[in-house]
Nanobody, 123 residues
Framework: QVQLVESGGGLVQTGGSLRLSCAAS????????MGWFRRAHGKEREFVAS????????YYADSVKGRFTISRDNTKNTVYLQMNNPQPEDTAIYYC????????????????WGQGTQVTVSS
């Protein structure tokens, strides 16, 4: 089992950029697919992006495709979410998740979750 800690959230203006990080501790990070999800106030949790265990394949929600990039560095046990040109509707708590040999869009199949980091986008 891995433990996850997100960082990098904060206040950003529309059109700016922000990079979220998720540091994993525990064993065999390179066997876990990683995902980013978010929950806006009053809304359900939604999928943002995911990446397979070696960084060779990625998925994105249509709402962030072309603006956000997920990546990982297995030497640092860290996954990133680069947020370019964020919009007010991207305001949410962002969570990273780890799925043992899984990296799809279904949150129920992820094994571990971080505590979340708040991202607020001002117009």
């Amino acid at each position: 089992q891995v433990q996850l800690v997100e960082s990098g959230g904060g206040l950003v203006q529309t059109g700016g950029s922000l990079r979220l990080s998720c540091a994993a501790s525990g064993r065999a990070f390179n066997r876990y697919g990683m995902g980013w999800f978010r929950r806006a106030h009053g809304k359900e949790r939604e999928f943002v992006a995911s990446i397979d265990w070696n960084g060779g394949d990625t998925y994105y929600a249509d709402s962030v495709k072309g603006r956000f990039t997920i990546s990982r560095d297995n030497t640092k046990n860290t996954v990133y979410l680069q947020m370019n040109n964020p919009q007010p509707e991207d305001t949410a708590i962002y969570y990273c998740a780890a799925g043992l040999m899984y990296y799809g869009r279904n949150p129920n199949t992820y094994n571990a979750w971080g505590q979340g980091t708040q991202v607020t986008v001002s117009s």
